[in-house]
């Protein structure tokens, strides 16, 4: 049972316009949510957080979007740059746990 | 400050060696963490420390057995590994506050290969 779901496993986004990465999850318990991405032959690098009392949280050009009735959160990043191209996990926890539930990752290619 | 690093970066190894895989970090993190990672693959968790204690262990080969020996290093031990062992080898720390969220942190892992 697959409890956070990347249903897109590739996108592709012209560079400078906006890339939307999307992550739908099933367990309702989970009140934490975060995104890494990963370049190849390098360990994640965590990027933004957001937890289940807020519905947005921005950092620079990434923000977050959880939208909890739907059980659906989303990764903007504007003005997508080259640097950008890399696979992007999806995570989620509950408060006391020790594990992360990752999705299966999206690979973004910000083409020139 | 997020740095979580890991020695060696690249590891080939046969399948009777013993070796270790090595993580530090001085972030003041009282969680520590081993993933595996398999190309194309979310990370997978193996092992969690709490306090310096084993909390959680994903039912993992006896093979890999992990030690902490100090709340800023973790190793991995590694025995009689097979070559479906090769992937990469990821530490990673965390608060343990009780707070709503703690981020966890990755190092840039180790690469295994078992030959």
């Known amino acids: 049972d697959q409890q956070v779901k990347q249903n897109s496993p590739s996108l592709s986004v012209q560079e400078g316009r906006i890339s939307i990465l999307n992550c739908d999850y099933t367990n309702s318990m989970f009140d934490y949510f975060l995104w890494y991405k990963k370049y190849p032959a390098e360990g994640p690098t965590f990027l933004i957080s957001i937890s289940s009392i807020k519905d947005k949280n921005e950092d620079g050009r990434f923000t977050v979007f959880l939208n909890k009735s739907a059980k659906h959160l989303s990764l903007h990043i504007v003005p997508s740059q080259p640097g950008d191209s890399a696979v992007y996990f999806c995570?989620?926890?509950?408060?006391?746990?020790?594990?992360?539930?990752f999705g299966q990752g999206t690979r973004l290619t910000i083409n020139p | 400050d997020t740095e979580v690093t890991q020695t060696p970066k690249h590891l080939v190894m046969g399948m009777t060696n013993k070796k270790s895989l090595k993580c530090e970090q001085h972030?003041?993190?009282?969680?520590m963490y081993w993933y595996k990672q398999k190309a194309k693959k979310p990370p997978e968790l193996m092992f969690v420390?709490?306090?310096?204690?084993?909390?959680i262990n994903e039912s993992v080969p006896s093979r890999f057995s992990p030690e902490c020996p100090n709340s800023s290093l973790l190793n991995l031990h590694l025995h009689a590994l097979q070559p479906e062992d090769s992937a990469l080898y990821l530490c990673a720390s965390s608060r343990l506050d009780g707070g709503l969220g703690n981020t966890i942190y990755f190092g840039e892992g180790s690469w295994l290969t078992v030959v």
């Open positions: 972030m003041g993190h009282r969680a």
């Open positions: 995570a989620a926890t509950f408060r006391g746990a020790q594990k992360l539930v």
């Open positions: 420390y709490s306090y310096e204690k084993l909390s």
